[in-house]
């Protein structure tokens, strides 16, 4: 039988996957693998200490967040949204709550509509994206829009819920979000070469995002996308920092056991095996939990992590491409199933 290595060369060798895969078991038994180039111009190649950018991958790091200000009595779940964020939506139900926002069951209107948007290059053609810097850059993309649906009636898939939380969280510690995630988050998992690192101030061994075109050419993503990530998305981990983030999670080092078992319940579903917890996906079967999740994609970004209760195996797949993790993912799953 082929070793986790040799499986994930197989699968990189097909679809030219660009980035750093690691896997961990409950034992301590560690795969790496890298591909690629961070910087294709000046042949730097990748590594297992390369940054990566995650996209919405760290919309987990956001329910953390919310989840430990919880736990300092700031507010509850079911606080309502007008009850803990000094900001006017004209338009927004009354009944929004904390819990909402979390479990993309808000029905508020979302600034990247898929509905309306094939590219998310679209958004910046009014609003370029070097002006987006803070999470109130955000606001005029969705604030005075009308509501999607009723609170609670259905799961859609929300960005501007995201960023709703981030500026509660900044309200309610009186921290910028980044900040917040770096002192709280990061600091306290020994995660210390992630952050939120703006692209024109990127630190050394940072991947660039790579936009494969058609014609054979290509492009990095720093016109597709806000200058700085925040609380929907945008930090940069690198595959070893993710590991530890899992364990921290799980070791207890960053929530009370009462707190992750509210993070991690599956409060929505999603479909036939999938959920959604706080900030994180939960795939079961059988009514049993067969993995927990996070996943992000952005143009010239495509990245994969889960942890597997069942055997304490922790996956992390970061590209710098747009796509490419999914397909390393499922090979890394089935070789583990066989």
Request: proline share 3%; glycine share 8%; net charge negative.
């Amino acid at each position: 039988m082929k070793n986790l290595e040799e499986v994930i060369k197989e699968v990189q060798s097909k679809n030219d996957f660009s980035g750093a895969v690691m896997v961990q078991d409950g034992t301590g038994h560690t795969a790496t693998a890298s591909f690629g180039y961070a910087n294709r111009s000046d042949s730097l190649k990748n590594n297992a200490e390369t940054r990566f950018g995650i996209a919405s991958g760290c919309k987990l790091f956001t329910a953390i967040s919310v989840c430990q200000l919880v736990e300092e009595g700031k507010f509850t779940f079911d606080t309502r949204l007008n009850d803990c964020l000094d900001i006017e939506f004209p338009s927004f139900s009354d009944e929004i709550t904390i819990h909402h926002l979390l479990t993309h069951t808000s029905g508020i209107p979302d600034y990247f509509d898929e509905d309306v948007m094939d590219d998310f290059e679209e958004l910046w053609i009014k609003r370029p994206m070097y002006h987006i810097r803070s999470l109130t850059d955000f606001l005029p993309m969705f604030q005075n829009e009308q509501m999607k649906s009723s609170p609670g009636q259905s799961f859609h898939y929300n960005n501007a819920g995201y960023i709703l939380l981030g500026l509660i969280v900044e309200q309610s510690s009186q921290m910028e979000f980044t900040e917040y995630v770096q002192e709280h988050i990061f600091n306290r998992a020994g995660m210390t070469d992630s952050g939120y690192f703006s692209f024109d101030a990127l630190p050394s061994n940072t991947a660039l995002g790579y936009i494969d075109l058609p014609d054979g050419t290509w492009k990095t993503n720093i016109y597709s996308l806000p200058v700085k990530g925040g609380s929907d998305g945008g930090a940069y981990v690198t595959v070893k920092d993710m590991i530890k983030l899992w364990k921290a999670l799980f070791g207890q080092l960053l929530l009370t056991a009462e707190s992750l078992n509210k993070l991690l319940t599956p409060h929505v579903q999603v479909n036939e095996t999938g959920y959604y917890g706080y900030g994180v996906w939960i795939k079961m079967k059988d009514d049993q939990v067969m993995k927990y999740h996070v996943m992000g994609y952005d143009p010239g970004v495509s990245f994969h992590s889960g942890y597997y209760p069942a055997t304490q195996t922790i996956a992390v797949v970061c590209s710098n491409k747009s796509k490419g993790a999914f397909e390393i993912m499922s090979r890394i799953e089935e070789h583990r199933e066989a």
